[in-house]
T-cell receptor, first 113, second 109 residues
Framework: DTEVTQTPKHLVMGMTNKKSLKCEQH?????MYWYKQKAKKPPELMFV???????INESVPSRFSPECPNSSLLNLHLHALQPEDSALYLC????????????FGPGTRLTVT | RKEVEQDPGPFNVPEGATVAFNCTYS??????FFWYRQDCRKEPKLLMS???SGNEDGRFTAQLNRASQYISLLIRDSKLSDSATYLC??????????FGTGTRLQVFP
């Protein structure tokens, strides 16, 4: 099973809302990632969790808050977002870390109104 | 200069053609290299890891040239289904990963 799942597929939220994105993998991977992708641009790395600890935060604003409850799950908590945060949010996992190949989930398409 | 650069294309090629993409990187300490493909409004999917000795998977061949700091992807006998954006990814140390901007390929009948 080389599948990474993400929920929800689509999300529309207002600037005062609080919502969460969820990601799950059952490949036994120990590194998990959040990316943001705008149209016609490559994915931008946001956070990396390695062995359930946050190892990289690419200077992401605090309105994005990641959480790794266990080795299979990764959440991204959203609060007080701005319209420019509208994008495709991709989760990925890899066996150990950045040097390994990554497997991406289908993404959550987020619209902030 | 960007850390990872790709020709954005689009490359428009007929079915059956051979097409090659290059990706240059600026950090000589880069350690891992990958090619991903991304279809419109879909997630990136791993195509190949790239090794120093070069590697081949069916119609796809990837090469790494450390001296000139580029990786390449060769697609032989192009199919319509190869139409996608091809992204190169470069990592160095354990804390840096960079996607190239992608090269768009359109294969026509």
């Amino acid at each position: 099973d080389t599948e990474v799942t993400q929920t929800p597929k689509h999300l529309v939220m207002g600037m005062t809302n609080k919502k969460s994105l969820k990601c799950e993998q059952h490949m036994g991977h120990r590194a998990m990632y959040w990316y943001k992708q705008k149209a016609k641009k490559p994915p931008e790395l946001m956070f990396v969790y390695s062995y359930e600890k946050l190892s990289i935060n690419e200077s992401v604003p605090s309105r994005f808050s990641p959480e790794c409850p266990n080795s299979s799950l990764l959440n991204l908590h959203l609060h007080a977002l701005q319209p420019e945060d509208s994008a495709l949010y991709l989760c990925a996992s890899s066996p150990r870390g950045l040097r390994d190949e990554q497997y991406f989930g289908p993404g959550t398409r987020l619209t902030v109104t | 200069r960007k850390e990872v650069e790709q020709d954005p294309g689009p490359f428009n090629v007929p079915e059956g053609a051979t097409v090659a993409f290059n990706c240059t990187y600026s950090n000589s300490a880069s350690q891992s290299f990958f090619w991903y493909r991304q279809d419109c409004r879909k997630e990136p999917k791993l195509l190949m890891s790239v090794y120093s000795s070069g590697n081949e998977d069916g119609r796809f061949t990837a090469q790494l040239n450390r001296a000139s700091q580029y990786i390449s992807l060769l697609i032989r006998d192009s199919k319509l289904s190869d139409s996608a954006t091809y992204l190169c990814v470069v990592t160095h140390n354990t804390d840096k990963l960079i996607f190239g901007t992608g090269t768009r390929l359109q294969v026509f009948p």
